[in-house]
Nanobody
Framework: QVQLVQSGGGSVQAGGSLSLSCTAPGFTLHSCGVDWYRQAAGKQSEWVSG???????TYGDSAEGRFAISRDKDKDVVYLQMSDLKPEDTAMYFCKASGLWCRIPENNWGQGTQVTVSS
């Protein structure tokens, strides 16, 4: 499995903000779509947001209006900026790269980043 590298996350009070980043050491995210997923304890994995190779963002219902996904092509990093966080956003967040022209092997995942939101 190819390991993408995530950073960011942490703990914050409700209403606060956190940012996550995703990189692909040894590879490039250029020409890749990147998706963020999350899994809360005892719950199924949930798709949160994605950015395609043309940098078009999409959001799940839970993220719409509060989260922003973006790509820095120079740094080859994808970010997930999370605002107005709620306790229900508490989860482990994972990034994954994909796409027809993506040169990262399909079996890739970030190592996971914990986001904890307290009320």
């Amino acid at each position: 499995q190819v390991q993408l590298v995530q950073s960011g996350g942490g703990s914050v009070q409700a209403g606060g903000s956190l940012s996550l980043s995703c990189t692909a050491p040894g590879f490039t995210l250029h020409s890749c779509g990147v998706d963020w997923y999350r899994q809360a304890a005892g719950k199924q994995s949930e798709w949160v947001s994605g950015i395609n190779s043309d940098d078009t963002p999409t959001y799940g219902d839970s993220a719409e209006g509060r989260f922003a996904i973006s790509r820095d092509k120079d740094k080859d990093v994808v970010y997930l900026q999370m605002s107005d966080l709620k306790p229900e956003d508490t989860a482990m967040y994972f990034c994954k790269a994909s796409g027809l022209w993506c040169r990262i092997p399909e079996n890739n995942w970030g190592q996971g980043t914990q986001v904890t939101v307290s009320s």
